[in-house]
């Protein structure tokens, strides 16, 4: 896989926008996919998985129903909805693949992820 992410910018907080992360590569349905971001200072985390065939996802508990993940496998394209966006969604958001190739589960932790994309900017302001 070969990732680029985009779609990032400036909103005010309660806002929304939608990222995209487009592959280039010709092995994009084989993997489980994540986002995660990395704010000023702080350790990249967690943002959202989902699955190979886009029918299972899992979210931080930070954005647990305010962003929706989601997938277009003929498009080889990922995409993560931000709604509700608060000041502490500022960071640069990534995308990435499962270091696993047909992964069985769906993983969280930032090690478990490879082929990180070039990331986006998100701020919110207040």
């Known amino acids: 896989v070969q990732l680029q992410a985009s779609g990032g910018g400036l909103v005010q907080a309660g806002g929304s926008l939608r990222l995209s992360c487009a592959d280039s590569?010709?092995?994009?349905?084989?993997?489980?996919m994540g986002w995660s971001r990395q704010a000023p200072g702080k350790e990249r985390e967690f943002v959202a998985a989902?699955?190979?065939?886009?029918?299972?996802?899992l979210y931080a508990d930070s954005v647990k129903g305010r962003f929706t993940i989601s997938r277009d496998n003929a498009k080889n394209t990922m995409y993560l909805e931000m709604n509700n966006l608060k000041p502490e969604d500022t960071a640069v958001y990534y995308c990435?693949?499962?270091?696993?190739?047909?992964?069985?589960?769906?993983?969280?932790?930032?090690?478990?992820?490879?082929?990180w994309g070039q990331g986006t900017l998100v701020t919110v302001s207040s």
């Open positions: 990435a693949a499962d270091r696993l190739i047909l992964g069985p589960t769906m993983r969280s932790r930032i090690s478990d992820f490879g082929s």
């Open positions: 590569g010709h092995t994009f349905s084989n993997y489980n």
């Open positions: 989902i699955r190979r065939s886009g029918g299972k996802t």
